[in-house]
């Protein structure tokens, strides 16, 4: 069974400032998917950035990206340039590739504040 | 498109009474699924389909119940609540298939039990 370990429960950063989230997994399949999703308060689950394992380029997506360690099992969220819209759970998320069940395992996430 | 949709938004039950949850996506995905969110435990698997007619258990399925008669709807039933079940409740849909089809979630059911 596949395991998502978010450490930081709770992290703050100045708007415009650079964050880091950390994200490690455990598993023993060779392929699989990595994703990053947000839920600001809400509570609409939001789709920001995904990884598939095979591919050694880090994913971006405009002031989100990932650092993606495959030996060490590591998958990062850096934000740039924070936004007060940023403010939200932030959750890491596991995938396997193939076979019936496509559910998505995921981490306890990290509560991000953007402060003005 | 709507999306995923869920009904109720939020709901209150006494413990032993029974509710069903609803969900539709109009997006004919295969493949739906059910987690809860707990404080500090992240979204957890209920139970899952990859088509009409077929459904499976996940990580947590014990009291709850679920059907898929069509594409469009599946359902989560809970036959006799307990405040264990006190939590917030996602449907999510996709393509069925390999690759990293994206999930979409629903809007999230809120629910209390008594």
């Known amino acids: 069974a596949q395991t998502v370990t978010q450490s930081q429960p709770e992290m703050s950063v100045q708007e415009a400032e650079t964050v880091t989230l950390s994200c490690t997994y455990d598993?023993?399949?060779?392929?699989?998917?990595l994703f990053w999703y947000k839920q600001p308060p809400s509570r609409q689950m939001i789709l920001v950035i995904r990884q598939e394992a095979y591919k050694q380029q880090n994913a971006t997506e405009n002031r989100f990206s990932v650092n993606f360690q495959k030996a060490a099992k590591s998958f990062s969220l850096k934000i740039s340039d924070s936004q007060l819209g940023d403010t939200a759970m932030y959750f890491c998320?596991?995938?396997?590739?193939?076979?019936?069940?496509?559910?998505?395992?995921f981490g306890s996430g990290t509560q991000l504040t953007v402060l003005p | 498109n709507a999306g995923v949709t869920q009904t109720p938004k939020f709901q209150v039950l006494k413990t032993g009474q029974s509710m069903t949850l609803q969900c539709a996506q109009d997006?004919?995905?295969?493949?739906m699924s059910w987690y809860r969110q707990d404080p500090g435990m992240g979204l957890r698997l209920i139970h899952y389909s990859v088509g009409a007619g077929i459904t499976d258990q996940g990580e947590v399925p014990n009291g709850y119940n679920v059907s898929r008669s069509t594409t469009e709807d599946f359902p989560l039933r809970l036959l006799s609540a307990a405040p264990s079940q006190t939590s917030v409740y996602f449907c999510?849909?996709?393509?069925?298939?390999?690759?990293?089809?994206?999930?979409?979630f629903g809007p999230g059911t809120r629910l209390t039990v008594l």
């Open positions: 598993t023993s399949e060779s392929n699989y998917y």
């Open positions: 997006m004919n995905h295969e493949y």
């Open positions: 998320a596991f995938m396997k590739p193939s076979g019936s069940a496509r559910q998505l395992t």
């Open positions: 999510a849909s996709s393509y069925y298939g390999t690759g990293d089809n994206e999930q979409f």
